[in-house]
């Protein structure tokens, strides 16, 4: 993983006169011929013009990986000039009529991260690291040591624009207006030890865990081009494993977004939320607020630890989880208090403590609140953000899709929390 706060690398590629030509699946004699000892020079000042053609500022790796003609996912490249997606290098695809026709010359393959001149066909060696920054953006990689010492950093990352941007803390795109809710849930994942360290560290087969690995992976990244990602790969996935029951242009609730991508994951990952009660396990629990009515003159508060104690005393713990997920539900169907979309919202607020004991000690990690936002047609609407514990610098950040700012600790309990996520101390 790349050190943050780091000039971006502008050296130029080298050639690789032994092998210039990288076969990756198509016929050599389709894409060129080895270059001669009498073209090296030829080629170098080739090379060199085309890679002052690389414009950072148009590459954007937050979509799916198909060509943007045939929408084929196989063999794809990524022009460097422009950003387009387009497949192949023979001289009938679609890479090589796109350099032909634009003068575009330079292209990053998504499967292997090796980079050809087209029309040429000559692989573009990267001996001092000049396209590290790219590669790094689609596919970021991690250290055990750089891994461990994530909850420890304290630097400041910069965007190709010199933006300041704190890795694991930013932003992402509310594509369609309402995956607020699946945006905090992502995000909540990657700062849960036990999802994010295991995701960092291990490659997946199947779609669902390579995209949220992918995502986890890029959220964590010091060498973003711009300071927020998209979540459009990782749900265009979740829309098709849910049968469409979670996409970008529904909301729906975080605790059942949560709930149904735990199913989605390992059981390595899963059994770190698994806590019995009451002869019964659990992967949530669900905490009942005292309800609301319209005589009340001052907004009614509880404390969290009084919830737990009474969860605990009907349902005794004979376990313990790793991570201790807590949902409260603020609907209140038959009673009409401050309406949304139909339903009361109880507005209870929540006073929770440094360190929650339920069996063992935890630590507040992540807490997921909404917000009443008034219609313009008289109908309100819920906003879904999360506020995050940086523990390098032990302040906490809330995070409204593209918006990240810091907030006071004393100041969290005046949202309404719906989902908080909690880690047991070791």
């Known amino acids: ?13 080298k050639l690789d006169q032994k092998n210039p030509i990288e076969n990756d699946g198509e016929n050599d004699n389709d894409i060129g011929k080895h270059a001669n000892d009498g073209e090296t020079n030829r080629l170098s000042q080739v090379r060199n013009l085309y890679f002052n053609t690389i414009n950072r500022h148009k590459l954007d790796f937050d979509f799916e990986k198909k060509c943007q003609v ?16 387009l ?3 023979s001289p009938t695809s679609q890479a090589y009529l796109h350099s032909l026709d634009v003068n575009h010359h330079l292209f990053i393959s998504f499967s292997t991260l090796k980079t050809f001149a087209l029309p040429e ?5 990267d001996h001092d690291g000049s396209l590290d920054d790219i590669k790094e953006l689609i596919s970021p990689a991690y250290t055990k040591d750089q891994v461990a010492s994530l909850d420890k950093q304290t630097t400041t990352a ?49 779609s669902f865990n390579q995209e949220l690995g992918l995502f986890i992976r890029r959220m964590w990244s010091s060498k973003q081009f711009r300071p927020h990602i998209s979540p459009a790969e990782i749900m265009r996935v979740v829309t098709e494993e849910s049968k469409n029951r979670f996409n970008l242009t529904q909301q729906k609730t975080p605790r059942d977004f949560f709930l149904f991508l735990l199913h989605l994951m390992p059981h390595r990952v899963r059994k770190s939320f698994r806590g ?11 905490l009942k607020l005292p309800r609301t009515t319209v005589f ?16 605990e005393k009907d349902k005794p713990v004979k376990e313990a989880p790793r991570v201790l997920l807590l949902h409260f539900d603020r609907n209140q169907q038959d009673i009409q208090l401050d309406s949304v979309s139909g339903s009361a919202i109880n507005n209870t607020i929540i006073n929770f403590p440094q360190d929650l004991q339920f069996n063992q000690t935890y630590k507040l990690v992540a807490n997921i609140v909404q917000d009443v936002v008034p219609g313009s047609s008289g109908e309100d609407t819920i906003a879904y953000k999360i506020q995050l514990y940086d523990k390098g610098r032990d302040q906490w950040l809330q995070i409204h899709d593209l ?4 907030i006071e600790r004393e100041l969290l309990f005046l949202h309404q929390s719906v989902l908080q996520v909690w880690e047991r101390k070791i």
């Open 121 to 125: 066909g000559f692989e573009v060696k």
């Open 403 to 406: 918006k990240v700012q810091e």
């Open 158 to 206: 910069r965007d190709i624009d010199g933006n300041p941007y704190r890795p694991g803390f930013i932003g992402l795109n509310n594509v369609k207006g309402f995956n607020d809710y699946s945006n905090t849930v992502l995000l909540a994942l990657g700062h849960i030890k036990a999802v994010r360290n295991y995701y960092l560290l291990n490659s997946f087969k199947d």
């Open 1 to 13: 993983m790349p050190q943050s706060d780091s000039e971006r690398p502008h050296k130029r590629a």
């Open 296 to 311: 009340n003159d001052e907004t009614p508060q509880i404390n969290l630890q009084t919830l737990i104690n009474q969860f």
């Open 87 to 89: 497949q192949g290098r």
């Open 276 to 286: 019995a009660a009451g002869g019964s396990s659990f992967l949530m629990i669900p």
């Open 70 to 85: 045939t929408l084929s996912k196989s063999n794809v490249y990524c022009c460097l000039v422009c950003g387009k997606y």
